[in-house]
């Protein structure tokens, strides 16, 4: 039987979470351990495009480009991924299920295409998506991020550990957007600061004078800060 598969890893922010999206620069690293793959195979009916859903939505876009909307696919998920956890879920699956219907039909894909058609399926989860997810999740190294203007790898040798704790709580990125945005003016000085934390956090790791130790040291600081 004829399949495509496609896979993709997690991510995590360090620093500048939600501040990112208003234009301000954010570190985020990939947590290629944590992995999702997507799994095409042939259907007996056509595929059923769910607007309001991110994989769905993910599967068309691919299927839309290659003009192969009525094909007779079907796909399967499996993820290590939580969702809902700030850990890039969404862009992951769009990813891996973007890369398994261009598999499927044996097609190439570059990277700028596939984050363009990420983008896309990203819109039905997050409204406004900043690309930060897709391209952390395309990425083989943390990268500090500036919305609409581009970014750049940074070197995480640090010899330290970063702890992730999962508080079984879901979070909603779509709705903590609007309500930073309801805030107004004064969400304005908060995310201005993060942003400055950020570029500080940048700027350490990227300090060749200062010990591995020094630099835990300070950005541990700065996180206490950013919170």
């Not at 879920?89 to 700028?112: C, Q």
């Not at 200062?210 to 835990?216: D, T």
Request: aromatic fraction near 6%; proline fraction near 2%; hydrophobic fraction near 40%.
């Amino acid at each position: 039987m004829k399949k495509g598969i496609g896979k993709s890893h997690s991510k995590i922010i360090l620093i500048g979470e939600h501040s990112v999206v208003y234009g301000y620069p954010a570190i985020a690293i990939p947590l290629k351990k944590i992995e999702i793959e997507c799994l095409v195979e042939e259907a007996k009916t056509s595929f059923f495009h769910n607007k309001t859903d991110t994989l769905s939505v993910a599967v068309f876009t691919a299927l839309k480009h290659l003009k192969k909307e009525n094909a007779r696919i079907k796909y399967k998920v499996t993820s290590q991924i939580p969702p809902k956890r700030g850990m890039g879920s969404s862009a992951a699956v769009s990813i891996a299920a973007i890369r398994a219907v261009f598999d499927y039909f044996g097609k190439s894909l570059e990277d700028e295409l596939l984050e363009k058609l990420v983008h896309t399926a990203e819109i039905v989860a997050h409204n406004t998506p900043s690309g930060l997810d897709a391209k952390t999740c395309l990425s083989d190294k943390a990268i500090k991020f500036i919305k609409n203007k581009g970014f750049s790898y940074i070197d995480l040798n640090l010899d330290a550990y970063l702890v992730i704790a999962d508080t079984g709580i879901y979070g909603n990125t779509g709705e903590a957007i609007q309500n930073v945005k309801s805030l107004g003016s004064k969400a304005d000085i908060f995310l201005k600061k993060l942003g400055e934390l950020t570029d500080e956090t940048a700027k350490i790791l990227t300090e060749t004078a200062e010990s591995k130790e020094e630099k835990v040291d300070k950005i541990g600081k700065i996180m206490t800060k950013a919170n």
